[in-house]
């Protein structure tokens, strides 16, 4: 069984940067690939980007390529999302999450964390 903790969420204002960080425990960190999705206020829960577990692969969403950027370090058990150039739409709950392979599926992942809060103001 995997635990993910995120953390690294808050306010900010557009145009600003965050990077969120999420740590695993419980498993073989090396073995998942890593992804993040987010969930806006009354909206479903959508894909954000993902790392696979070898090969160093990624693979975003079209409305954050270019201003988002996955990372993850094996020896840390962490996986990061350095999200710049923050617009509003951008708020939303964000999800760590570890499956077999690197998807926009939400099926494709066996493990969640709780989410962390992102605000971005106008």
């Known amino acids: 069984q995997v635990q993910l903790v995120e953390s690294g969420g808050g306010p900010v204002q557009a145009g600003g940067s965050l990077r969120l960080s999420c740590v695993a425990s419980?498993?073989?960190?090396?073995?998942?690939?890593m992804g993040w999705f987010r969930q806006a206020p009354g909206k479903e829960r959508e894909f954000v980007a993902c790392?696979?577990?070898?090969?160093?692969?990624?693979y975003y969403a079209e409305s954050v390529k270019g201003r988002f950027t996955i990372s993850r370090d094996n020896a840390k058990n962490t996986v990061d999302l350095q999200m710049n150039s923050l617009k509003p739409e951008d708020t939303a709950v964000y999800y760590c999450?570890?499956?077999?392979?690197?998807?926009?599926?939400?099926?494709?992942?066996?493990?969640w964390g709780q989410g962390t809060q992102v605000t971005v103001s106008s």
């Open positions: 419980g498993g073989t960190f090396s073995d998942y690939a």
């Open positions: 999450a570890a499956g077999e392979y690197c998807s926009p599926h939400e099926s494709e992942y066996d493990f």
């Open positions: 790392f696979s577990w070898s090969g160093g692969r990624t």
